[in-house]
Structure formats: structure tokens, C-alpha cells
């Protein structure tokens, strides 16, 4: 799935970066890099620079006990909690919410996500108010260990990369204790249910049940 269906990308500092690429697992290779430049660029007025590599806008709420390494960018009205670990390579968008013990690496969070409790995402692009419930995960590396492929309905992308998380796209739900496959992929305003384990594509707006049933969600 393409990035242009899964994200709007006015609601994301990285729009300039992430409009280069077609496919969402582009994004990651110079992720980092870009973080890194980001930083130095963000105008002094509006973001503290806590250290060499952080930027924190100035209305953002950080707790004391969350550890944030480099490079990361926290962006306005974000809410960082008690015991979240920002690993580097992070974009946090404007009003996200960050709970406890939640660990983000090398991931971009567009506004208004919502990972609030137990959560870990890696090598993942999250869209605009998408949600994860408690100790719903993105995995990011597969058991044996072999390059990701992302398996669509009609196509099959080969990432080149050991670790790819999974790309959820705008107001999707994920359910608590989830569990999301390396490489992914859910549209637009999709649920996922709780227990989940989902792997490959799933469509804009399509319901995916515990047990892997798959149905489209009534639009009213």
C-alpha cells in the first residue's frame, strides 16, 4: 500500500521527507539522519534543546523518568509519561500521548497518536490519531531473522531490511495486546481486536476479529 493512501501528511513535521517516497518502509533508511538534521533546524523560539540531538517544543510534557537518547523530536502538546523510552531515530507529532513503559525506535508518530500504556513500536510509521490500546505491539524483526517482505493484496514489496515494523494508517485502531507482524501494513480507519495477530495487508476501514476474520466496517 502506498504511502499517499495510508497518511495525510500536512499533519507531520516530516511531510518534506516522507512525500520523497512511495512506499511506507522507505522511510526508514535515513530516518535517523533526517531526526538528526531536523533538530538543528527547529526554530529556538518554540523548542528547548535538552541536549545535543533533542529537540522539545516548549508546550510538550515530558515526565523526569522518561529517557529520550538521540536523535528525537517531540512536537507541540505532546505528552511524554513516567518510564517511556525514546531510543533515537524518533519523530513524536503534535499532541501524541507517550505512556508508561512504552518504547519507541526509529519511528515516526504523526499527530494526535495515542500509545499509551505497554506499547512498543519499532520501525514503524504511525498516521495521524492512530490508537494502540494496552500492550499492543509492532514486531519488528522476524524469528528467523531473514529480510521483510510486505505482502499486499495485489503486489509484493521487498524491503531489504532486517527490521521493518509495521505502518498503520490515519485513525486506525489497534487493539489491546495486539500483536502486528514485521512489515504490516493497516489502512485507513481500520480496527484491529484485541489478541490480535495480524500479518500482510489490511484495507481501509476493514475490521479484523480475533480469530482473523476479516469484514468491511459500515460507514455511516
Known amino acids: 500500500m502506498r504511502i499517499s ?8 513535521v516530516a511531510k518534506e521527507y516522507i512525500e520523497k517516497f512511495t512506499f511506507p518502509h522507505e522511510i526508514l533508511g535515513g530516518l535517523k539522519d533526517y531526526v538528526h538534521d531536523l ?8 523548542y528547548e534543546k535538552r541536549e545535543e540531538g533533542v529537540a522539545v517544543h516548549k508546550s510538550a510534557s515530558v515526565s523526569n523518568s522518561a529517557v529520550i537518547l538521540p536523535p528525537c523530536v517531540i512536537c507541540a502538546g505532546a505528552e511524554i509519561r513516567c518510564g517511556a523510552f525514546l531510543r533515537g ?7 501524541c500521548v507517550v505512556g508508561n513503559s512504552t518504547e519507541i525506535k526509529n519511528a515516526v508518530l504523526f499527530n494526535g497518536v495515542q500509545v499509551p500504556h505497554y506499547n512498543y513500536i519499532g520501525d514503524s510509521v504511525l498516521g495521524y490519531k492512530a490508537h494502540f490500546g494496552a500492550g499492543a505491539i509492532t514486531s519488528n524483526v522476524k524469528s ?3 529480510l521483510v517482505c510486505i505482502k499486499g493484496e495485489s503486489e509484493k514489496v521487498e524491503t531489504g531490511r532486517k527490521k521493518v515494523g509495521a505502518f498503520v494508517g490515519d485513525y486506525a485502531e489497534i487493539g489491546c495486546n495486539s500483536v502486528l507482524c514485521p512489515g504490516t501494513v493497516i489502512g485507513r ?11 500482510g495487508e489490511v484495507g481501509e476501514n476493514v475490521i479484523v476479529k480475533t480469530g482473523g476474520e476479516r469484514i468491511k466496517k459500515e460507514i455511516r
Open 89 to 95: 531515530g524518533v519523530i513524536v507529532g503534535e499532541n
Open 5 to 12: 493512501r495510508l497518511f495525510d501528511l500536512k499533519q507531520s
Open 189 to 199: 480507519g481500520a480496527v484491529v481486536y484485541p489478541l490480535t495477530l495480524v500479518r
Open 144 to 146: 528467523d531473522k531473514s
Open 39 to 46: 533538530v538543528l533546524k527547529l526554530p529556538a523560539a518554540e
